[in-house]
């Protein structure tokens, strides 16, 4: 098993840096099907079937967009326990754009919230939102570095 991070220590003149090493590793199982394996889990990555893959993973962009709304839906969960802000769920959906030319990046991402219940907190829901966003996702943060970002929040009452 792949150890989680790697965390070094340095002390310089009494000040600590703390340095997070994540490890991963990627595996080909034939054709344009890949495992990838990380201390939490695997994943399977393949390609379309008309590249030679056979459908039996996610592509690698798609597994971008989703470290993109993961990461931000368990900070958004995690703030709304906190803030005692209740909402019967949520969803989150993405919609990219890809652009034409090689190498093909995400030029414009849109993320878009979606919570169910009723009696909303909006003020906290949006706090949560909005802290993941500028403050705690790093995924989003690292989307800023090639993309444009944004987002919108719906509400749908029960």
Not at 92 to 115: C, Q, S, W
Not at 125 to 145: A, H, P, T, W
Request: aromatic fraction near 10%; charged fraction near 25%; proline fraction near 3%.
């Amino acid at each position: 098993m792949l150890p989680m991070c790697v965390i070094i220590l340095l002390n310089l003149h009494l000040k600590s840096i703390i340095i997070m090493i994540n490890k991963i590793e990627v595996s080909w199982k034939g054709d344009m099907l890949f495992e990838s394996v990380a201390p939490e889990g695997s994943v399977m990555i393949d390609a379309d079937k008309e590249v030679g893959g056979q459908g039996k993973g996610l592509r690698p962009k798609a597994m971008m967009l989703t470290a993109l709304g993961g990461c931000t839906a368990m900070d958004v969960a995690s703030l709304l326990k906190k803030m005692r802000a209740e909402v019967d769920g949520f969803k989150i959906e993405i919609e990219a754009n890809l652009t034409d030319e090689h190498p093909k990046y995400y030029d414009k991402v849109h993320v878009i919230y979606r919570f169910y219940g009723s009696d909303f907190k909006k003020d906290k829901i949006e706090k949560s939102v909005n802290l993941s966003i500028d403050r705690y996702c790093g995924v989003f943060e690292m989307f800023r570095q090639f993309s444009n970002i944004s987002h919108k929040i719906q509400y749908f009452e029960k």
